[in-house]
């Protein structure tokens, strides 16, 4: 038998260790079922403060390691902890860059990544295990393709690791200044320069440096992938992403089918399944009392769980929302976090329609899941989405969503045609309020027929978005980035 296929995985979230949204719970769960297939896979990430060492069972692989950082050596610690099975997990320890409450937004949030990513490469050696991918994801890991192709070239212990680059959002890209070269150890290469985005020339873009050098570059929706070669959603870097477009794919994410699993959920009040539909409704009951709203099974409940930002559409909804309470018996219930003005925006809603809106303006994973699992319908209008998790996991529990067609929305949502029966939601295609709120009327009037719905409920609950097939594809994709890196090797 030949050896298995050797991941690293380069991640700034993970469930269970830190999460604000999406990424986490991909990289949650596709180590899980990369080892399920056979690969060697492990994870990194830095030890933030709120990352527990004794509740992971934490054990110290190498002690007081020093890793080149500017023109000096940063000591870090390496940690390890195989709390999640199958996957060991690295931990980059160090206080002075990860003591700290968050998981980003501080000043030095570019100084902290390349040293996490830098200790992440340096550990490896020491460790004795040589990946044969390094798989980055977002900005946070952009500098690793960038240095395999620069200051480690030369290096055999490095010069044969394949790079792949894996967007989850655009949107976030780690503008930092010349400085960050310099921490980097990378100032003699300069700034990257293309002829169609004059900013690259006075601005260190850490996501287009992973997109620049990375032997493969894929996104979380084949949707989104082709969605981001045009200006409109490119951010950009369109005309970057587009010279590296046959390098360029798109794989959908999937959900954990252990986490995310009405069965045997234990957040819920009353676990159930596709055939025992009729046992969801307690947890409609116990969301109505948990939020402060009637208490009433007939009343269409839409519900949100959301990263607060423009980008979930949040702007469409405040401008449709007095139509939507006005003349539509609903009721309302928003779990999310992010942008101070929608704090602001939904708090006065909630005053406005006390008792038939409920806002909870915190990251709860309790209240998340029982939110999917006692609402009737989960929105998400977002302007752009490159996966986006809420709108499965939703139909795994069997609310339906209404979303927007867009990215990985389009990918997964087909809009419900009650003539044909066909559709598995509620989608609309323009950024339009008028649009959204046309097709919340639609969720609203179909909810009324209670053999509709039922089939709607269990259509979602009983199609596979598991991660069994989008693991088998990343295989695929890393045996590409091989590839392309062993024929550009060869040519050097
Ligand atoms: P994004 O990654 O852009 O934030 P996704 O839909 O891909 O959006 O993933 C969001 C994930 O984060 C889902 O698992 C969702 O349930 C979870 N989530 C978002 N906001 C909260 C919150 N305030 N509390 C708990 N879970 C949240």
């Not at 991941?7 to 080892?35: C, N, R």
């Not at 870097?237 to 009405?262: A, Q, S």
């Not at 399944?273 to 099974?297: F, M, S, T, W």
Request: net charge negative.
């Amino acid at each position: 038998m030949s050896d298995p296929l050797k991941v690293l995985i380069l991640s700034a979230e993970m469930v269970p260790f830190a999460k604000t949204g999406g990424l986490a719970d991909v990289t949650g769960a596709l180590p899980k079922a990369l080892a399920r297939l056979g690969v060697d896979v492990r994870v990194v990430l830095p030890r933030y403060s709120r990352v527990d060492r004794e509740r992971f069972k934490m054990t110290e692989v190498l002690s007081s390691f020093p890793v080149p950082m500017d023109d000096v050596f940063e000591t870090v610690t390496i940690l390890r902890s195989d709390a999640v099975p199958g996957v060991p997990v690295y931990f980059i320890d160090n206080d002075k860059f990860f003591n700290r409450e968050g998981i980003y937004g501080y000043p030095d949030d570019g100084e902290r990544f390349i040293l996490y990513c830098r200790a992440a490469l340096e550990m490896l050696r020491p460790l004795g295990w040589q990946p044969d991918v390094l798989h980055c994801n977002d900005w946070h890991t952009g500098i690793v393709p960038n240095w395999i192709k620069t200051i480690y070239k030369n290096d055999p212990f490095f010069a044969r690791m394949a790079t792949v680059f894996t967007i989850h959002n655009l949107q976030y890209q780690g503008l930092f200044g010349w400085r960050i070269l310099e921490v980097a150890g990378i100032e003699e290469y300069g700034f990257l320069h293309h002829p169609q985005i004059g900013e690259l020339a006075d601005v260190v873009d850490l996501m287009a440096r992973g997109i620049h050098f990375a032997d493969v570059i894929n996104t979380v929706s084949e949707r989104y992938a082709q969605e981001i070669l045009t200006p409109e959603y490119g951010e950009k870097l369109d005309p970057l992403l587009r010279d590296r477009k046959d390098r360029l794919f798109g794989i959908l994410n999937g959900i954990d089918y252990d986490e995310m699993n009405p069965a045997t959920d234990r957040y819920i009040a009353r676990t159930y399944d596709v055939d025992h539909l009729d046992q969801r409704v307690e947890n409609k009951l116990a969301l109505q009392r948990e939020a402060g709203l009637p208490v009433d099974a007939s009343i269409p409940l839409i519900g949100m769980v959301s990263r607060l930002a423009d980008q979930k559409g949040f702007d469409l909804l405040a401008a449709c929302f007095d139509a939507m309470m006005d003349c539509l018996e609903v009721q309302f219930v928003l779990l999310g976090t992010g942008d101070q003005h929608y704090h602001n925006v939904f708090n006065e809603f909630a005053r406005r329609y006390a008792g038939r809106v409920a806002i909870f303006l915190t990251f709860n994973a309790a209240l998340a899941q029982k939110i999917y699992a006692g609402s009737d319908m989960f929105l998400m209008p977002s302007r752009f989405e490159p996966c986006g998790l809420g709108q499965m996991i939703s139909l795994r529990y069997g609310s339906i969503p209404i979303v927007r067609h867009t990215g990985g929305l389009a990918d997964t949502i087909t809009d419900f045609d009650p003539r044909t029966g066909e559709g598995n939601g509620f989608s609309f295609q323009r950024y339009n309020q008028i649009d959204l709120y046309t097709a919340i009327v639609r969720a609203v009037e179909n909810y009324k027929y209670t053999e509709t719905w039922r089939t709607l409920q269990r259509r979602g609950m009983q199609a596979d978005y598991s991660w069994n097939a989008s693991a088998r594809k990343y295989i695929d994709l890393y045996q590409r980035a091989c590839e392309f890196h062993r024929q550009e090797f060869a040519a050097v």
